[in-house]
T-cell receptor, first 114, second 114 residues
């Protein structure tokens, strides 16, 4: 069975641009969460979606947005990119929102903002 | 003060050594405790999952939780070069009203030398 898949694996953008990251959860998983991991730090929670509804949001500016589709895949959008947005963006899935402790992560999208 | 503190290391040990990794936390509402392993350029992989206080063993890995001291540990017996990775502790609060938010430590980088 395929795990959590994310695309693209690497991305280079310039300041002020917009970026869209994509995630497909494990088959049967209905909840998707997004995390940002800056080099040398642990992942930080950005969003959680379940059944296309936002269930939680971390301490990130409104430039960050996300959505979940009927097939449970998800997109993370970041507008007006800043140098500080350079990080590994991780998507994680779980069966449902109440079992989020057992999160399964994808390999991430490495975003570099120049 | 961060909610979860973890010594970033790096920690270097010879093959076969017993490794002890630790995290402290400040939020007494945390009830779910996890250890993730992260190889370079990969997403975190769930190693151990523990609810409340106590010990849990899985092969060469043992997780301990002491809620009275707000302290968790991961022990690795007979360490192998393939254990070389970054180890992240993570925690979350009660399922009730859970929004899927895991709080991660900074991660400890471990190198096991042959």
């Amino acid at each position: 069975d395929a795990g959590v898949t994310q695309s693209p694996t690497h991305l280079i953008k310039t300041r002020g641009q917009h970026v869209t990251l994509r995630c497909s959860p494990i088959s049967g998983h209905k909840s998707v969460s997004w995390y940002q991991q800056v080099l040398g730090q642990g992942p930080q929670f950005i969003f959680q979606y379940y059944e296309k509804e936002e269930r939680g949001r971390g301490n990130f500016p409104d430039r960050f947005s996300a959505r979940q589709f009927p097939n449970y895949s998800s997109e993370l959008n970041v507008n007006a990119l800043l140098l500080g947005d350079s990080a590994l963006y991780l998507c994680a899935s779980s069966l449902d929102w109440a079992t989020n402790e057992k999160l399964f992560f994808g390999s991430g999208t490495q975003l570099s903002v120049l | 003060q961060k909610e979860v503190e973890q010594d970033p290391g790096p920690l270097s040990v010879p093959e076969g050594a017993i490794v002890s990794l630790n995290c402290t936390y400040s939020n007494s509402a945390f009830q779910y405790f996890m250890w993730y392993r992260q190889y370079s350029r990969k997403g975190p992989e769930l190693l151990m999952y523990t609810y409340s206080s106590g010990n849990k063993e899985d092969g060469r890995f043992t997780a301990q939780v002491d809620k009275s001291s707000k302290y968790i540990s991961l022990f690795i017996r007979d360490s192998q070069p393939s254990d070389s990775a970054t180890y992240l502790c993570a925690m979350s609060a009660s399922l009730s009203g859970n929004t899927g938010k895991l709080i991660f430590g900074q991660g400890t980088t471990l190198q096991v030398k042959p």
